[in-house]
């Protein structure tokens, strides 16, 4: 009994990676469930092309993010765990990159809209049809507006965790749950309005008044210092990101733009709903991430780091496998209790594969920590030009001949390829420091 006790202080108890995953992670699944357990009743009070449509511009809205952040979300954790022990250097550098951030963010979205690049965007994918691009144009200002707020919420988030304040972390996710979806959920539901324009709307509207609120914690360990050092930094390690995800857009929004094409709304309704529920393994390796990546930063020593990560990947295949079988098991259930649509039903077999992808996907992340820490994030560029090269022509080769299973099929095999280059990558670096 002596011995279980002791090996479960050590393993869990005092273990501060396993107890501040626990406290995020709790939250999480509190926020984030909670935001599953909503599914049905948007699904009830959206039509199947409503629900597709807004799942459509979800989606690009946040590859957008990836993109319009600059990578200075990245750069803040790097630069926070080099800066903690001296608080004028953090205060500096914590103002010229927040500050940098919304400058850059702010101008970025005036000259998209004023220059119309977003709609030369979906224009050049799809000149044949007009659908996606209408559909775009009658919601683009909310589009921005979502894509501004999940900016600064995601930059808000990073700060949280590089700090560890864990708290206020989950504070902050547990209002925006809460007043977002009930506010939006009841503007829905009680008016006769565009369901996709309400939804966009009120919700980041919403996201970004709080964010106001929570973004002075940033404010008040600023020293007013602009740095042009930390400002170069910040932008040697996260301009290569938005760059990256500049590249990888094709692979992250390049799979629900050929689902649109080839199936429509009520095929992207289908693809979004599924590619909903697979998301929880990826939020799960998110809440985890959150905790691992400032530790990880701090960790000098290169064997220690790929030990547990070797740990952590036997961790999460196994793991999300088993969760994902149990999620496909519970998904059947909601089906067959009338809890989902039947009009629903077609993600029955597209749920396995997507889980799949997003056990690849956690994977790459994992994996993509060691390009930060070792300042090489313009390995991402190249990584993400070749497989959105090879991916458009492999999402719309096999949306083209098995529709939405096909590009399902497509996504595990651009994310294997992903992972099978990250990790020989990632040793090759380890190798070469540690002989």
Not at 26 to 50: C, H, K, W
Not at 145 to 164: K, P, T
Not at 367 to 375: A, K, P
Not at 395 to 402: A, E, K, L, R, S
């Amino acid at each position: 009994m002596n011995r279980f006790s002791a090996l479960f202080d050590k393993y869990f108890r005092d273990n501060i990676i396993v107890s501040r995953f626990v406290r995020v992670f709790s939250v999480d699944v509190l926020v984030r469930g909670a935001n599953f357990l909503l599914i049905p009743v948007f699904l009830y009070i959206m039509t199947q092309e409503e629900y597709g449509l807004y799942g459509y511009l979800y989606s690009f809205a946040m590859t957008m993010t990836q993109i319009l952040g600059f990578g200075l979300y990245v750069s803040l954790t790097k630069l926070y765990a080099d800066t903690h022990k001296d608080s004028t250097l953090k205060g500096s550098m914590l103002f010229t990159l927040t500050s940098s951030m919304f400058f850059l963010l702010i101008l970025s979205i005036f000259i998209i809209l004023v220059s119309g690049i977003d709609k030369d965007f979906f224009s050049f994918l799809n000149s044949s049809q007009s659908t996606d691009i209408n559909s775009y144009a009658t919601y683009r200002i909310w589009v921005f507006v979502a894509i501004f707020s999940m900016v600064i919420a995601n930059y808000l988030s990073f700060f949280l965790v590089s700090s560890e304040k864990i708290s206020s972390l989950q504070g902050f996710n547990l209002l925006r749950f809460f007043l977002t979806n009930l506010v939006a959920i009841g503007v829905i539901y009680f008016s006769d309005g565009d369901a996709v324009f309400q939804r966009l709307a009120y919700t980041y509207l919403i996201e970004i008044i709080l964010c106001i609120g929570f973004y002075f914690m940033i404010i008040r360990e600023f020293i007013y210092k602009f740095s042009l050092y930390f400002l170069k930094k910040g932008l040697k390690i996260g301009l290569p990101v938005m760059v990256a995800a500049l590249m990888y857009a094709v692979l992250s929004f390049g799979d629900k733009y050929f689902v649109f094409k080839y199936s429509g709304e009520v095929g992207m309704s289908i693809y979004y709903l599924a590619f909903l529920i697979s998301s929880i393994l990826l939020i799960i390796y998110q809440s985890f991430n959150f905790i691992w990546n400032p530790l990880f930063m701090k960790e000098k020593d290169l064997l220690v780091l790929r030990r547990k990560t070797n740990r952590y990947i036997l961790i999460i295949l196994i793991g999300f496998s088993v969760f994902g079988t149990l999620i496909c098991l519970g998904v059947y259930f909601l089906l067959w209790l009338g809890v989902f649509p039947e009009n629903y039903s077609g993600i029955l077999p597209i749920l396995p594969l997507l889980l799949i992808s997003q056990i690849l996907s956690s994977l790459n992340l994992l994996m993509m920590n060691f390009m930060t820490y070792f300042e090489k994030t313009y390995i991402q560029v190249f990584v993400g030009a070749i497989l959105s090269i090879i991916g458009y022509f492999l999402f719309d080769y096999m949306g083209m001949i098995m529709s939405i299973m096909g590009i399902s099929i497509a996504l595990i095999v651009l994310n294997l390829i992903q992972f099978s280059f990250y990790y020989f990558r990632v040793n090759y670096y380890i190798n070469n420091r540690t002989r």
